[in-house]
């Protein structure tokens, strides 16, 4: 695609659903990576892919985290049991050659509110 | 730990003066810094970048300038214009993280017509 895609642009969910946004990178693009941000600050790194593998998830907060790229195009982080905390704005991005020295091109977002 | 920190949250300048924001870094291994801009209700969207073997680096109105033994740099906007205000984000990369970005927390830019 020509950008960066995410959806839903807004999730609202009970506390102790399971929640699933959805990313997709721009077409080719071999990493992918997803980010959370909170209000007034930046954004805060999770995990991230190289095609369908992926290579550091030191930034998820816990268990309840995860994520997938199964095909090494759309990738979906799913958290299971949401708690209060976890309401934020999740931000996905990607990268052409996964390679240092570049930049990333990130989606709109996925806004979360956990009530 | 805050590796990139942004310690002014916002900035007012008037229309055509120069607006300078600031980035400080203290992780040795950063090689890359980029800036970023944001606009409500969008992504964060590239705007310039520099590479650790340079001092300086230009496009059009947006300088940044790296001083590598302060571990600081900053985005000199010149001449402001009122469509420049957004949130700045400062971002640094490390070679062994591939383009893995540690961000600041932003600093709003608001340029007064």
């Known amino acids: 695609g020509a950008g960066v895609s995410q959806s839903p642009r807004y999730k609202v969910t009970k506390r102790g659903q399971d929640v699933a946004l959805r990313c997709d990178p721009i077409?080719?693009?071999?990493?992918l990576y997803w980010y959370r941000q909170a209000l007034g600050q930046g954004p805060e790194f999770l995990t991230y892919?190289?095609?369908?593998?992926?290579?550091?998830k030191s930034g998820l907060p816990n268990d309840r985290f995860s994520a997938e790229r199964p095909e090494g195009s759309i990738s979906t982080l799913t958290i299971q049991r949401t708690e209060q905390r976890d309401s934020a704005m999740y931000r996905c991005?990607?990268?052409?050659?996964?390679?240092?020295?570049?930049?990333?091109?990130f989606g709109s977002g996925t806004q979360l509110s956990v009530l | 730990d805050q590796q990139v920190k942004q310690n002014s949250p916002s900035l007012s300048v008037q229309e055509g003066r120069i607006s300078i924001l600031n980035c400080d870094y203290t992780?040795?291994?950063?090689?890359?810094f980029l800036w970023y801009k944001k606009y409500p209700a969008e992504g964060p969207t590239f705007l310039i970048s520099?590479?650790?073997?340079?001092d300086k680096n230009e496009d059009g109105r947006f300088t940044v300038f790296l001083n590598k033994s302060a571990k600081h740099l900053s985005l000199h906007i010149v001449p402001s214009q009122p469509g420049d205000s957004a949130v700045y984000f400062c971002?640094?990369?490390?070679?062994?993280?591939?383009?893995?970005?540690?961000f600041g927390e932003g600093t709003q830019l608001t340029v007064n017509p």
């Open positions: 971002a640094a990369s490390a070679e062994t993280s591939g383009s893995r970005l540690t």
């Open positions: 991005a990607s990268s052409q050659l996964g390679r240092s020295n570049e930049k990333l091109f």
């Open positions: 077409s080719g693009h071999v990493s």
């Open positions: 992780n040795s291994m950063f090689d890359y």
């Open positions: 520099i590479s650790s073997i340079k």
């Open positions: 892919f190289n095609y369908e593998a992926q290579q550091d």
